[in-house]
């Protein structure tokens, strides 16, 4: 029985990261589905587009604590069962793939930035916190969330590498899952990268275009505090999203 224990918890760090929790809350907060309007990306960026910064910021602590849950549960209670750095680093890179090919939502999910915060948080508190300052920074002085994103991804790894022996001790293991998180956001953001070399990327605090702005409609607000992704009609550009 033990043997399958990496297993059932490989298992399960995937089917938590697979609870999207940009439609889960949007569903609790009488919000649009975020897949049916914006990018279509469900994820908090997407779900701010809604009008609810409630939702969006809880969007994003939970996609994050998702990662960063699973990860801890191998950390505080793996030892007792035989589990080690190897079944944390593949529950860790489950638990985001569960978050960007979610089984409970056809296998239709966010780009990930969150969820792959959180299992760094998880592996190590520096490693995140290097990570997140690194994404802060970017977008500070760049104004673009896709490419924060994007270097953050790029320097994980790297940061991971030079921080051996010093705020923390370098697993392979943990080293592959992070790599392959790295190489999987640079594939979500795929769309995000052609549009930074075609100038055509939005900026951070950029006012959304009409046809992503929610509106109720026009014969009355609407009904069970419900709000509505633009019309078909509308002309809407898709934004770059995180997470």
Same mark, same amino acid.
């Given at each position: 029985?033990?043997?399958?224990?990496?297993?059932?918890?490989?298992?399960?760090?995937?089917?938590?990261?697979?609870?999207?929790?940009?439609?889960?809350?949007?569903?609790?907060?009488?919000?649009?589905?975020?897949?049916?309007?914006?990018?279509?990306?469900?994820?908090?960026?997407?779900?701010?587009?809604?009008?609810?910064?409630?939702?969006?910021?809880?969007?994003?602590?939970?996609?994050?604590?998702?990662?960063?849950?699973?990860?801890?549960?191998?950390? /505080?209670? #793996?030892? +007792?069962?035989? *589990?080690?750095?190897?079944? @944390? =680093?593949? &529950?860790?890179?489950?638990?985001? $793939?569960?978050?960007?090919?979610?089984?409970?939502?056809?296998?239709?999910?966010?780009?990930?930035?969150?969820?792959?915060?959180?299992?760094?948080?998880?592996?190590?508190? /520096?490693? #995140?916190? +290097?990570?997140? *300052?690194?994404?802060?920074? @970017? =977008?500070? &002085?760049?104004?673009?969330?896709? $490419?924060?994103?994007?270097?953050?991804?790029?320097?994980?790894?790297?940061?991971?590498?030079?921080?051996?022996?010093?705020?923390?001790?370098?697993?392979?293991?943990?080293?592959?899952?992070?790599?392959?998180?790295? *190489?999987?956001?640079?594939?979500?953001?795929?769309?995000?990268?052609?549009?930074?070399?075609?100038?055509?990327?939005?900026?951070?605090?950029?006012?959304?275009?009409?046809?992503?702005?929610?509106?109720?409609?026009?014969?009355?607000?609407?009904?069970?505090?419900?709000?509505?992704?633009?019309?078909?009609?509308?002309?809407?550009?898709?934004?770059?999203?995180?997470?």
């Amino acid at each position: 029985m033990q043997s399958f224990l990496p297993l059932l918890a490989v298992l399960a760090g995937y089917l938590v990261g697979s609870l999207s929790f940009a439609v889960i809350v949007s569903r609790a907060m009488g919000l649009s589905d975020p897949r049916t309007f914006g990018s279509k990306n469900p994820g908090a960026t997407n779900v701010l587009r809604s009008g609810s910064k409630a939702a969006a910021i809880l969007t994003l602590l939970l996609d994050a604590a998702k990662g960063w849950l699973p990860v801890m549960l191998v950390k /505080w209670y #793996g030892s +007792a069962y035989g *589990l080690g750095d190897g079944t @944390m =680093a593949l &529950v860790g890179l489950a638990a985001f $793939l569960g978050h960007v090919f979610p089984v409970f939502f056809k296998f239709a999910g966010g780009k990930g930035v969150a969820t792959a915060l959180g299992v760094l948080l998880g592996f190590s508190g /520096w490693l #995140g916190l +290097a990570v997140a *300052l690194i994404w802060l920074l @970017m =977008a500070a &002085v760049f104004r673009f969330s896709s $490419l924060a994103s994007i270097t953050a991804a790029l320097l994980a790894p790297v940061v991971y590498v030079l921080g051996n022996g010093g705020l923390w001790m370098m697993s392979k293991s943990v080293a592959l899952s992070v790599a392959v998180m790295s *190489l999987f956001l640079l594939y979500r953001h795929a769309e995000n990268i052609n549009r930074l070399i075609k100038g055509t990327e939005s900026r951070l605090g950029k006012k959304a275009d009409a046809g992503l702005v929610t509106h109720a409609p026009a014969h009355g607000p609407a009904k069970h505090g419900h709000r509505h992704p633009p019309r078909s009609d509308q002309k809407s550009h898709p934004k770059g999203d995180q997470p």
